[in-house]
Each structure stands twice: as C-alpha cells, then as structure tokens.
C-alpha cells in the first residue's frame, strides 16, 4: 500500500488547543516526525509475522507449522489507516496552488502502480517457475486480472500475493480524496456527513447481506468496493481532523469507538456449528494502533527519546515499507519452502521471509518506485499548461 508504506513528506502538524505539536530534526536535516515511520515500519512487521508464522502454514500445508504464530489480521487494516491519515494531510497541501491537487494525485498514483505492477509480475514468475510441485500455478489470465486489480471482482481469478487487496482500496481513496476536499463534502459539515455514511452504510449492508439472498453479483460489487473496510479510512481521518483541532474530543471518540465496532463486526465469521466468531485480540490491537497514531499526531516526536542510529534505521526501513508490503509474501512463502527442504528450522524460516522481504523491498523501492517516480513527476512538470501552472516545489507528492 503507498501511503500505507511509503514515506510521505510529513505534513504540519496542528495540534488540538492545548495539546503542543512538537517535530524533531533527524540526522539527515528534514524536519519529519520519527513517530510515524516507527508505526510505519512496526504495522509492516505485523503484516509478515502474520502471513509467515500463520497464514504460510495454513494456506500451503507442506510449511512447517511455526513455533509461534500470530494469528491476528492487524497490520494491513493499521495501514489504512495510516493511509488515510496522510491522504487528508497532504490533498489540502497538494491542492494549496492551482492545479496542485492533480498533481498531487499524479503522485500517488506514480507512487503506488509502477511498483505494484513490477512486484506482482514478480511474485507470478516465483509461482510460475520456482514454486514446489502441488502449489497453485497462476496462469496468463491470472496475471492479467491481478495486473488489473480485478481479484474481488471474479471468484476465479486468484491472488498472486495476498497482500495486494489494499492497492485498489488506496487508489479509491486517492481519488475520493482528490474529488471530494475542495467541495461541500470535502470539508466542515459535508465531511461529517461523509464520515458518518462511510460508518454506517457498510454495516447495513453487512446486515442485509447475512440475512438476504443476494447473489454472487452483489457480492462482487461489495466486496470489489472494499466496503467492509471503510470504516479503517474512517479512522484515519479522523485522527487527522482531531489532531488539527477539526474535531472535539467527544465526537473523535464517538467516530473511533463505531469505527472499532465496525471492524469488529465486518471481521467475524459465522460457524453454523459454532455461532459467531471475532477476532477480540486483532479488534483490540487496532484500538490500540489508533491510539498510538493519535499519540503520533498530536503529541512530541518519539524520535527525541530514541538514539539517532536508530533514528536513522526507522527511518530508512519506513523509506523502503512500501517494497517490503509488495514483496514479502509470495516470495517469502517460496523462500521458506525452499529453505525448508535445505533443513531450515521453523523459526529461522520465518526470519528468512522477514531478510527476503527487507532485500527485495529495498532493490524495489531503489530500482523501480523511486525513479520511477521521479521521472513521471517530471512529465508531470513538462506539461504543467494542462492542469495550471505549479513549480515542482509548490506540492510534495
């Protein structure tokens, strides 16, 4: 996910009346909150320990079953909203000069597909040609309907990583984003409407969807809308408006609470056997994760408390995030296997997907996504008469 991995340039932060906002000077001289690339690259964590220590072994059988397992579906959700968080950010300050707010969306978008795209052909090669005999062989159409981000949309194409569901979610957010913040629904009241909509309307559809025949069409479009993680979206701008002084505390913690609610009721499962089941510990862990977000946003920089060799690591692991996201999984579940048949232990190969995951997220990030980047920002600046005259300088993207 790029604003859920990537290392966007840290916008200003207001904070509520009373609560000082402090920012902290890193090695390199850039004024940025180490806060948040600790959150950052702690959420990444949670995603790899959670798809190596449980979903690996459960998914392919012929994994070893490690000796601890995190079973708990957290990471990616607390990277939407982490998302979220700088999406509302940086769209107000992206689209502070004329024209500023295409670009602005040109960014994320330079940011976010070329990558994804070399790291999903990527990950059907590791399938395709290095898998073990018995695991699931994508095919061309495979690769296209993942290329097009079409998997919600069609039971029978399958995941080449299942890490990617969020890619399309961010690209809706973007857009929503860019639409939205300049217009009646974009600010003050609108917002709040927004908001509240954006909470409630997936949960009547998630009701209506447990207790009515729908079909499979539905089903598609619901799920291929994400909605049953909106309410993520939600969270995270709404810590962005607290922390700006947008919202009071009683309303920030009335959106929170449904929004934890919500997440509670879009991840449980009914058992005809068993009744209904929730995940209570990954409800409580994403609680948690607001809150240290909300901590992030409002009080002192963390990085002032932490020696600058480890500022300087944070901050480095939270620049090559979004890599890490798009590569760890498929190749790391190849690598484990691989390494299985060598004699590598449970535990060792779980630190194997974690080392597989930092290498190839950096040579992503630093053969692709950055300069990638760079130049589709400068087309993006060649042809400034478009869209409105903007100095590269006026926007961060």
Not at 84 to 89: E, L, P, Q, R, T
Not at 365 to 383: N, Q
Request: include cysteine; charge should be positive.
């Amino acid at each position: 996910m790029t604003d859920i991995v990537q290392r966007p340039a840290q916008p200003a932060t207001h904070a509520p009346a009373g609560v000082p906002a402090t920012r902290t000077t890193t090695p390199g001289g850039s004024t940025r909150k180490v806060s948040w690339d600790a959150l950052r690259c702690g959420f990444v964590l949670l995603v790899i320990l959670y798809h190596s220590t449980f979903i690996g072994p459960l998914v392919y059988h012929d994994i070893l079953p490690k000796n601890y397992s995190f079973p708990h579906q957290v990471g990616a959700s607390l990277l939407l909203v982490l998302s979220a968080y700088f999406v509302a950010a940086t769209v107000r300050r992206g689209g502070a000069r004329r024209g500023g707010t295409a670009r602005w969306w040109w960014g994320k978008l330079a940011r976010l597909l070329p990558a994804f795209f070399v790291a999903t052909v990527n990950a059907w090669l590791f399938l395709r040609y290095l898998a073990p005999d018995g695991w699931y062989l994508p095919g061309k159409k495979d690769l296209l309907a993942n290329l097009a981000m079409a998997w919600h949309w069609d039971a029978s194409w399958g995941f080449v990583d299942g890490s990617y569901w969020t890619i399309p979610l961010q690209l809706m957010a973007f857009c929503l984003a860019a639409v939205m913040w300049k217009g009646p629904l974009g600010r003050g009241v609108g917002l709040r409407v927004v908001i509240w909509v954006a909470l409630l309307l997936p949960a009547v559809q998630w009701w209506f969807r447990a207790t009515h025949e729908t079909g499979v069409a539905y089903g598609y479009v619901v799920d291929g809308l994400g909605l049953f993680r909106w309410h993520l979206f939600v969270a995270g701008v709404a810590v962005w408006m607290y922390s700006t002084g947008r919202l009071r505390l009683p309303h920030f913690l009335a959106v929170e609470v449904l929004a934890i609610a919500e997440h509670a009721l879009q991840t449980s499962a009914l058992d005809p056997e068993a009744g209904w089941s929730t995940d209570w510990i990954a409800v409580a862990l994403i609680g948690l994760g607001v809150a240290a977000m909300t901590l992030a946003a409002v009080g002192p920089d963390w990085g002032r408390w932490l020696p600058a060799r480890v500022n300087r690591a944070v901050t480095w692991l939270a620049g090559i995030s979004y890599g890490v996201f798009l590569t760890h999984q498929t190749v790391g579940y190849v690598v484990m296997r691989r390494a299985q048949q060598l004699g590598v232990g449970p535990t060792l190969q779980t630190g194997l997907m974690i080392l597989t995951g930092v290498l190839a997220g950096w040579l992503l990030t630093k053969a692709v996504e950055r300069p990638v980047h760079r130049r589709l920002m400068a087309w993006w600046d060649a042809v400034p008469g478009r869209y409105g005259r903007v100095p590269p300088s006026a926007t961060n993207s």
